[in-house]
Structures are given as structure tokens and as C-alpha cells.
């Protein structure tokens, strides 16, 4: 007779309580974007997950305080039956027997198949736990103010809505694509650039001082002329005695009807921005269309000026190099024969080593044409060669303040016979 009175009782409230369990854990780890493609068809269980979803709140106090009405209620009445019928015997089994039973049967076991089966026990028993839901609703709408009424009270953060795509999820979309989804790679280059956007700063994608273009103010009508013709830019910079001391910029058009003379530039320029190197880019690009302004300067911790960035230089960033007629291709990296490499000078260190299977030295620099500046101890000209271990280096291109294009012979060239 005790053991089917025993039984009846609790073996409802402990499937009652691994129904809560289940149905968090199910919920919580479903795939949205799946549970969304299956509302979308009509299924009204992956409708009604994606509505629990929506309400963290609510959803999770009902789990909370319904697996914990059950496993309170199973504890208290069995405990009791137990020690009625079999006297002091029976609270030593309560106590020695239910807890391990309860947290095996209500708690892990659920638990784990709701981990391996999340969003199809999502779409099952969320049509259950909806109608559960609204029984005990006003029950777990007081736990949830209580809630967020501690959360307040102790300063934590108030989450927002859950969002319907994560971050994770989409670059794992990304990564399957190569094999099992038609995105060309094209688009999955520009939602990779997209998702890692607001965890790039300003100094990762300015342009460095060095090969900025810039003239001083002491410049004439005339010499800016022939600086704009010289360089095919429509801004141009301006500084003060020196170059990390940008003052403002020269518009081309500015200049229009201006005859070349011996007028000074001083009267037109413009007040420029500037922005600090450490500024995410995808907060300078939002800041740059609300102000209408096409060109920041970039400065250190001491108000230096140590780059500038466009527009163009943030968009590049999302679709990749924007090109114009003006723009001279700078291949990053190119393999030209066996051994044998074509590589950008503002390519990173870190990049090459990874590229080549290399080991080149970090340290105060961050590209190619920064460790061999500092090896060399001088900007070389175009032609200069360097031997660094096995790596032979020969400089393709350069300016009088910057290194573009290098030649890099994994083992030293064949002298010529």
C-alpha cells in the first residue's frame, strides 16, 4: 500500500519537474535561425519557442518556479508519507534516497537529452509550456519583478532582447557555406569583414603619417596647384612647421577660380577632425556620415597626429578595395616562382610569418616596410637588398618617406653566371 501511495505521487511531480528542466535547457540552446525557418513553414510548436524566446523573462521563471513547486511539493509529501508509515526508517530513506533520485531523474538526465535534441524538444514541448505558462502566471510574474527589482537594486546590467542571430551562429553559417551552402566567396569575405568590423580600430585601417600627402601652410596658391596635379587627390592635408602637426585640409575645388599667384593657402582651409587611434571604426564611419565629413585625422595618446582616414578607407573595410582611376595596385601578396615572393610593404609581420612558414622579429614596428627600416636604419631606395638568415630581400618600389613593394627570396638568389 505505501509503496504505490509513495509512488503515485512521486513519480508525476518528478516527471513534472524533468518537464520544466528539459524544456529550459531545450529552449535556451535551440537554433533560432531554425526554429525561425520552421515558423516561417507554419509549424506552430517552433512559433510558439521562438514567442518563449522573445519573453526570457516570463519563460524562465515559469521553468524556475514550476521545477521547483514540483521538486518541493515531491520532497515535502513523500518525506512525509514515508515517516507516517515507517517512522524514523522512513525520514533516514527521505534523506539518504530522494535527493540523488530527484537530481538524477528530474535534473541531469532530462537535461542531457535536451542537449542533444534541443531545437526539435523546443518545438514539442513549447505548446505545453506556453499553456503551463499563463496557468501560473500571475505565480511568475511576481518572481519576475522581483527579479528585476533585485537586478536593479544591485546595479547589474538589464539584458536586452535575445538577439535572432548571434554572432557565432553566422560565422558558423560562414564556415559551413564552403562546403554544404551556395555563398560565393565573395560574400562570405564581406559578412567575415562585417561581423569582426566593430572590433577593428581607427589605427588598424588609417593610413600611417609617412605616406599620407600632406603640404604646410606657408604653401602658395600655386604650389598647392601643382601638389593636387602632382598626387590626383581632391584633399590634401595641411600642417604646421611639422607633419605630425595637421592643422586642417585643402580642398581642390577650394582653388577653383583662384589664379596661381603668389596668394597664400592660409585663408582656405578647413577645420578637420580628429579622431584617436584606439576609436572602434564602426563608431568614426557612423560619426563621419552625421557630420558629412570625409577625412579625419588620426592622433596618439598625445595629440599627435599619426595617420589619417576616409570614408573610403572605413567602407574598404566592409566590400574591400575600393579602386579608382588614380589608385595603383599594390599586390599584398603574390607568389611569383618557387621561393620567390611580391609582397606589400604594409603587409604585418605576423601575416608574413604565417604566409611564408617564417619567423621574422616583432618589435617597434608592426609591417615589412617597418623591419626593414629598422634594419637597415634608413628608408632604402628601390633596388637595395638586405639578407636577413635565409631570407634575402629586395626593395621594388619606394618613396623618399616609404617602402611599397618588396621581393622576398626565401632562399638567397642563384648569383648570376
Do not use: C
Amino acid at each position: 500500500m505505501i509503496t504505490w501511495t509513495v509512488l503515485a505521487i512521486f513519480v508525476p511531480l518528478l516527471l513534472l519537474e524533468a518537464f520544466f528542466s528539459s524544456s529550459e535547457i531545450a529552449l535556451v540552446a535551440a537554433n533560432r535561425r531554425q526554429l525561425q525557418h520552421l515558423a516561417d513553414k507554419g509549424q506552430r510548436g517552433a512559433a510558439l519557442a521562438l514567442k518563449l524566446l522573445n519573453l526570457p523573462d516570463w519563460f524562465l521563471s515559469t521553468t524556475l518556479v514550476g521545477a521547483n513547486l514540483a521538486e518541493i511539493s515531491n520532497t515535502v509529501l513523500v518525506t512525509a508519507l514515508l515517516i507516517e508509515f515507517l517512522g524514523w526508517w522512513g525520514e533516514l530513506i527521505a534523506m539518504l534516497a530522494l535527493p540523488p533520485l530527484i537530481l538524477l531523474l528530474a535534473e541531469i538526465t532530462p537535461k542531457s537529452i535536451a542537449r542533444q535534441r534541443p531545437t526539435r524538444l523546443a518545438r514539442r514541448l513549447s505548446p505545453i509550456l506556453w499553456v503551463v505558462s499563463w496557468l501560473i502566471y500571475p505565480v511568475t510574474m511576481v518572481f519576475a519583478a522581483l527579479s528585476r527589482f533585485f537586478l536593479i537594486l544591485t546595479g547589474a546590467p538589464q539584458t536586452g532582447p535575445v538577439p535572432f542571430v548571434t554572432r557565432e551562429e553566422l560565422q558558423m553559417v560562414v564556415k559551413v557555406s564552403r562546403t554544404e551552402v551556395d555563398l560565393k566567396s565573395e560574400e562570405r569575405a564581406i559578412i567575415h569583414r562585417i561581423l569582426h568590423f566593430s572590433q577593428t580600430t581607427v589605427k588598424e585601417v588609417m593610413v600611417p603619417l609617412i605616406e599620407v600627402a600632406a603640404i604646410p601652410d606657408t604653401f602658395l596658391v600655386s604650389q598647392a596647384l601643382a601638389e593636387f596635379q602632382r598626387t590626383h587627390f581632391s584633399r590634401l592635408p595641411v600642417y604646421r612647421q611639422r607633419i605630425d602637426n595637421i592643422i586642417g585640409i585643402l580642398h581642390s575645388f577650394d582653388l577653383l577660380g583662384e589664379q596661381p599667384s603668389s596668394r597664400s593657402i592660409k585663408p582656405l582651409i578647413r577645420g578637420v577632425e580628429y579622431v584617436p587611434e584606439i576609436k572602434p571604426v564602426d563608431q568614426l564611419l557612423g560619426e563621419m556620415q552625421r557630420l558629412g565629413i570625409h577625412l579625419a585625422v588620426v592622433v596618439d595618446e598625445y595629440g599627435g597626429a599619426v595617420g589619417i582616414v576616409t570614408i573610403e578607407d572605413l567602407l574598404e573595410e566592409i566590400v574591400g578595395e575600393i579602386s579608382d582611376e588614380f589608385d595603383q595596385e599594390l599586390v599584398p601578396f603574390k607568389k611569383l616562382w618557387e621561393g620567390v615572393y611580391l609582397v606589400n610593404a604594409r603587409m604585418e609581420i605576423e601575416a608574413l610569418n604565417e604566409a611564408l612558414g617564417v619567423d621574422l622579429p616583432l618589435g617597434n614596428y608592426d609591417t615589412l616596410g617597418g623591419f626593414l627600416i629598422h634594419q637597415l636604419g634608413d628608408i632604402p631606395k628601390a633596388g637595395d637588398r638586405l639578407q636577413f638568415g635565409e631570407l634575402h630581400f629586395i626593395i621594388r618600389s619606394a618613396t623618399v618617406r616609404s617602402i611599397k613593394e618588396v621581393e622576398i627570396h626565401v632562399k638567397p638568389p642563384t648569383p648570376a653566371s
